[in-house]
């Protein structure tokens, strides 16, 4: 389920955000071996200042073997036109559990906290004492292509892992604003490209394989989408497609990959495009 979190991104508000121009909302379904679980709305905001704001809303329900799933999620960033991820908020409910963080930029580093509550509205002071505050790290792997965000928490543990602290230099893109930096770089993406996800806190480093333009079918409409495949060492290679809508804007139109050997796909609605 991890990787569908990834691929399909999660939760949560800020209180203070600049004027907005402009506002498009896309809708899209969330399959599992052909098997709709889920869907997730991408609201798109474009900011005054010609940066974006994004904010997506996740719900996946469904019952199996293992039980029954309903998990809620809102994960909301804010970027400049440069591309800069500015801040980040993540909220995820699943079932009667909350989780959430938030990530700042704070000059050149990132400053990052989170939290378990009961309820929105709780915090649960059994987990209080695991809430982390201080400068966003990540841990410098000896082999790999993934770095993993280290304790947020600065600890003088001797024997706590060596970590870099996260900077805004340490990434080219979050995954949610993969889109956005598409249209940045006149709709071109790099042959490496080091990926933020901020909803599991990981970079991922991409190696992208331009595929091509493929038309994908939205209803009774076409839609000419650019396919890339995102190759990561040590994981199943995450399929992208991405648009131009016709108010000049990208946007996903699809993303697939496999999760414990099963297919995911995240695929817009007919009439979205």
Partial sequence: MQKILQAILALALFSMCPPVMAQTLKHYDLLLD???????????????????????????????????IDIRGTLEERISASGQLLEASNELKENKKVFWSKLQLSGEEYLSFRSQMKDKGEKDMDELKDLATGVATFLVPEVGDVIEIGTLLLSDDKNSPRNDRLTASSFDTSLVGL????????????????????????????????????HLVSGTKQIPARHYRLKVKGTDPIDVWLFRSADGHAYFAKLTGKEDGSLFQVCLQAGQQ
Avoid at 47 to 66: H, N, P, S
Avoid at 179 to 195: D, K, M, S, V
């Fill in 179 to 214: 889109p956005f930096y598409w249209q940045r770089n006149a709709f071109r993406l790099p042959g490496n490209l080091r990926i933020f996800d901020t909803q599991d806190m990981v970079i991922l480093m991409a190696k992208v394989e331009d595929l091509g333009t493929e």
């Fill in 34 to 68: 052909d098997k709709k679980i889920g869907g997730v709305t991408m609201k798109t905001d474009d900011l005054a200042q010609g940066g974006r704001k994004v904010t997506q809303f996740l719900r996946i329900k469904t019952g199996g073997f293992w039980g029954k």
